[in-house]
């Protein structure tokens, strides 16, 4: 092991502090098989001076811009004195230069409007990039060259990562220690922070209507046999059935809960279930295909190619966990 990878997370004035707290929390709890952190983080100022948050305090911290040079990722939190206000679009001076010790190759993640700071270096020009849903009209406006995506929790463009509002950084930086180092480990964490292993980065990040008016007509108790039985033949009828709704009724408030589609949730939850067997088993790619319910080796890899851009022997190799 060669040291931890190294976080540097950038506060910028009036930086909301749940946002800032997020990549010490999750990437802090990230531990190797030996318990050892796999992640160092670091927080910087511009200046290396305090910063007033948008709570009743300020926060101190020990380095300035300077340390931004030594950074494997670079995190930058929400901050509403500098995200939607940047009506110009561009970078002030200081933080111009703050970011030009930045080294090329390092990964730059933005939670929530953080992600105002990236476009303003012109770093998300022709990219994908999201931020929080009540600003990606405004931040469509002010950075055109922006692909910004409104429906979903991250984008995942490699080198840069943006995501939606709050607690949807809490999601991207767990789907980068499972980029990083495998999902057992990225599901620990979640364990010990007590949040979800996992929402998917294409799921809803607003969804209007998220509670059915009654308990008898959510769509809960489908979804949790289907989860249970992702290696059975699952039909929309059959879970509309269990639910004991028509199709229609069933496809309708199952969006209004999940933020999508039933069939496209249920690929994703195959997708997740196939991850963990080839992360976690020696099953052979056509056994862990019929245990997921894709029936097939080539239905997986077309799913698989379609959800995560590798094929399930590729992901296999990249992160399976030694003996």
Not at 298 to 322: C, D, I, W
Request: aromatic letters at 6%; charged letters at 25%.
């Amino acid at each position: 092991m060669s040291g931890p990878h190294r976080v540097v997370v950038l506060a910028l004035n009036g930086v909301i502090p749940f946002e800032l707290g997020i990549p010490a929390r999750i990437f802090g709890r990230a531990l190797d098989v030996e318990d050892r952190p796999l992640y160092e983080i670091l927080t910087c100022t511009v200046d290396g001076n305090p910063v007033q948050t948008d709570a009743d305090f300020s926060i101190s911290v020990d380095h300035g811009s300077e340390l931004l040079a030594t950074a494997d990722t670079v995190v930058i939190p929400a901050s509403y004195e500098l995200g939607p206000a940047y009506e110009d679009g561009y970078l002030s001076p200081e933080l111009a230069a703050a970011f030009r010790h930045i080294r090329p190759g390092t990964r730059l993640v933005s939670i929530c409007t953080g992600s105002y700071i990236l476009a303003a270096a012109g770093l998300l020009d022709g990219l994908r990039a999201t931020t929080h849903w009540r600003n990606t009209d405004h931040f469509q406006r002010v950075y055109p060259k922006v692909n910004v995506d409104p429906d979903v929790l991250f984008v995942d463009e490699g080198h840069i990562l943006t995501s939606a509002g709050v607690a949807s950084g809490v999601d991207l930086c767990l789907h980068i220690v499972r980029r990083d180092h495998g999902m057992e480990v990225a599901n620990t964490v979640a364990r010990r922070c007590v949040v979800p292993p996992w929402r998917d980065g294409g799921q809803a990040q607003y969804i209007r209507r998220p509670l059915a008016d009654k308990p008898s007509e959510s769509t809960a108790d489908a979804r949790h046999w289907a989860l249970e039985h992702l290696g059975d033949p699952i039909t929309l009828a059959g879970l509309a059935t269990r639910a004991n709704m028509s199709v229609r009724t069933f496809s309708r408030r199952f969006r209004d809960e999940v933020g999508t589609t039933p069939n496209r949730w249920l690929t994703s939850r195959r997708v997740d279930r196939a991850r963990e067997l080839l992360e976690e088993s020696d099953l052979s790619i056509d056994a862990i295909a019929a245990r997921t319910g894709f029936g097939t080796a080539t239905s997986m890899r077309q799913h698989m190619n379609e959800a995560l851009g590798v094929s399930p022997s590729a992901y296999r190799r990249t992160f399976k966990a030694p003996a």
